[in-house]
Nanobody
Framework: QVQLVESGGGSVNPGDTLNLSCTAS????????VAWFRQAPGKEREAILC???????????YYADSIKGRFTVSRDDAKNAVSLQMDSLKVEDTAVYYC?????????????????????WGQGTQVSVSS
């Protein structure tokens, strides 16, 4: 069964850290670029970053300005997964976080924000930041 599964969400205080994981099954994530999106209540889904496939020599990761310097994405090929470390969380980071995989090896700065290019999506994991 081909699927992506996010995990690691939860409820934290401002300034805390959370680590999300996106684990693939049924296909080799090594060859796919992966993006993280988030959707806050009442808002549209937005792309926050993209990391190129492990087979790519360069091409990102690319981060949205809203999370640059606070979020770090990495790949764990042994686990067929991508991890997202979220530091210095803010109330405005509250959202459902989704990972998505694209057969394109490289992230494109002009395309990675387009939800329609991704072949596989996870079901999402809730991140809530409040004091």
């Amino acid at each position: 069964q081909v699927q992506l599964v996010e995990s690691g969400g939860g409820s934290v205080n401002p300034g805390d850290t959370l680590n999300l994981s996106c684990t693939a099954s049924g296909f080799d994530l090594y060859y796919y670029s992966v993006a993280w999106f988030r959707q806050a209540p009442g808002k549209e889904r937005e792309a926050i970053l993209c990391i190129s496939s492990s087979s790519a020599s360069d091409g990102g990761p690319y981060y949205a300005d809203s999370i640059k310097g606070r979020f770090t994405v990495s790949r764990d090929d042994a686990k067929n997964a991508v991890s997202l470390q979220m530091d210095s969380l803010k109330v405005e980071d509250t959202a459902v976080y989704y990972c998505a995989a694209d057969q394109a090896r490289y992230c494109s700065t002009t395309m990675y924000t387009k939800a329609g290019i991704y072949e596989f999506w996870g079901q999402g994991t809730q991140v809530s930041v409040s004091s």
